[in-house]
């Protein structure tokens, strides 16, 4: 059974950071790729972030880019999510998410979620 | 980017009938379209990908249509626990998008 565990979620400052991680088990982790949406209170889905099976490729939307940065451990079968200059716009949950097919230009829709992490941008 | 447009906003139905749900593509996009239901407190869950096909698990009352840039999601009999909010995302291009969402209530 697929499942994906988020951690790391807060309160945190205006301009400050903070470090998302997400477990990972249940396949074989390297074959897919991986990303985050979130979704502020009352709001719809927003894609964050994917990357890559192999970790070499990575893609952001806009509204993160330069600020936010995403990785992986293979070895851990772990991701993570690393937000800077974080902004009251950035509160929202954040779900860890697999791609559903595992292909190699990580175009892909999210077959399988984790419960999500909340983060709170707040002075 | 690809920006999808969902209607309506709401639909107010009562158990037992079709709910027809549209997502309108900004661009053609083949057929690369997902359909998501999501409950509140809840994560989102994978209903149809690739506009008509069915993921793991998923009733055969709901089914999808659609390529280029209009797309649909029908639920034939809407079951109790059908009452929800649902999403489609696109995978034709970066970035990733979702549209706005249909909330699906009882009527």
């Known amino acids: 059974e697929v499942q994906l565990l988020e951690s790391g979620g807060g309160l945190v400052q205006p301009g400050g950071s903070q470090r998302l991680s997400c477990a990972a088990s249940?396949?074989?982790?390297?074959?897919?790729?991986m990303g985050w949406v979130r979704q502020a209170p009352g709001k719809g889905l927003e894609w964050v972030s994917v990357?890559?099976?192999?970790?070499?490729?990575?893609y952001y939307a806009d509204s993160v880019k330069g600020r936010f940065t995403i990785s992986r451990d293979n070895s851990k079968n772990t991701l993570h999510l690393q937000m800077n200059s974080l902004r009251g716009e950035d509160t929202a949950v954040y779900y860890c998410a697999r791609a559903t097919f595992g292909y190699t230009n990580s175009l892909e829709y999210f077959q399988h979620w984790g419960q999500g992490t909340l983060v709170t941008v707040s002075s | 980017e690809i920006v999808l447009t969902q209607s309506p906003a709401t639909l107010s139905l009562s158990p037992g009938e079709r709910a027809t749900l549209s997502c309108r593509a900004s661009q053609s996009m083949s057929n690369y379209l997902a359909w998501y239901q999501q409950k509140p407190g809840q994560a989102p869950r994978l209903l149809i990908y690739?506009?008509?096909h069915r993921a793991t698990g998923i009733p055969a009352r709901f089914s999808g249509s659609g390529s280029g840039t209009e797309f649909t999601l029908t639920i034939s009999s809407l079951d109790s626990e059908d009452f929800a909010v649902y999403y489609c995302q696109q995978r034709s291009n970066w970035p990733l998008t979702f549209g706005g969402g249909t909330k699906v209530e009882i009527k």
């Open positions: 690739d506009a008509s």
């Open positions: 990357v890559s099976g192999s970790g070499t490729g990575t």
């Open positions: 249940g396949f074989t982790f390297s074959s897919y790729a």
